[in-house]
């Protein structure tokens, strides 16, 4: 317990005490077809002002971007003063072409099954109701949890933050007895990222056929300009 206080301890410092920046998430959506996820991010650098932004596409059921789907514009002297929000706005402009095949259209709030509200911890189990697959008779409910992994390499010097860390998350369905009906693992705890701190469940959502579930995962990641919030997605279908 001591050991975890200290960690946490750590962290909160860290990020009140170093310049880094918090991305803000944009949900592009799913394609037509129900193959692939859009997202991206924007923001711009706490100490160099620099906007950037960032578009990835996802094959849902690979769990994987697809081959060269990803867009960025980076922060430099060229983004210098500019809004992220303007700099993903051109960026979205520059790649429609590329966009307008999956045809997206953002996550409707009717199918958002999960949004953090900032009390819960990453370390928390998240509870709900599968209102697509219980009937009145019966009730089906999600549990799902984030299992962080992190490694100490303090003596690495070329990795930020001296953190080396990996994740999965474990999706289980239970029955109103708690019995599991399906287990399944998303992600891949083999993918170690040099300097992220901490990762945290944002927000879970599906499609029409509630078979694509979208989990989006907010890193705390540290770098030479501080520490900053970024985010990434893991996808499943059931």
């Known amino acids: 317990m001591k050991r975890f206080f200290c960690a946490l301890l750590f962290l909160v410092t860290s990020l009140s005490a170093f310049g880094g920046d918090a991305a803000a998430f944009v949900d592009i959506g799913i394609s037509e077809d129900g193959k692939t996820y859009v997202f991206g991010e924007y ?86 109701k599968d209102a697509e697959g219980s009937t009145v008779e019966h009730s089906i409910f999600y549990h799902i949890r984030l299992v962080k992994t992190m490694e100490n390499v303090i003596s690495a010097s070329s990795v930020p933050g001296g953190v080396r860390s990996s994740f999965f998350i474990t999706l289980e369905k239970t029955d109103e007895n708690g019995h599991v009906v399906s287990r399944n693992i998303v992600g891949s705890p083999d993918i170690k990222r040099d300097g992220v701190l901490d990762y945290k469940i944002d927000r879970i959502f599906t499609d029409g056929s509630s078979r694509n579930l979208i989990f989006v995962v907010e890193k705390i990641v540290s770098d030479p300009a501080g520490t900053s919030v970024r985010y990434m997605v893991e996808t499943i279908r059931l």
């Open 43 to 128: 923001g711009m650098t706490d100490r160099n002002f620099q906007g950037y932004a960032e578009i990835y596409a996802v094959d849902i059921e690979k769990n994987d971007f697809l081959k060269n789907g990803v867009y960025r514009t980076k922060p430099s002297a060229d983004t210098f003063s500019k809004s992220g929000k303007d700099v993903f706005d051109a960026l979205m402009s520059r790649s429609s072409w590329w966009l307008r095949r999956f045809s997206c259209m953002p996550v409707p709030s009717d199918r958002v099954l999960y949004v953090a509200d900032g009390k819960v911890s990453g370390d928390s189990e998240i509870i709900f």
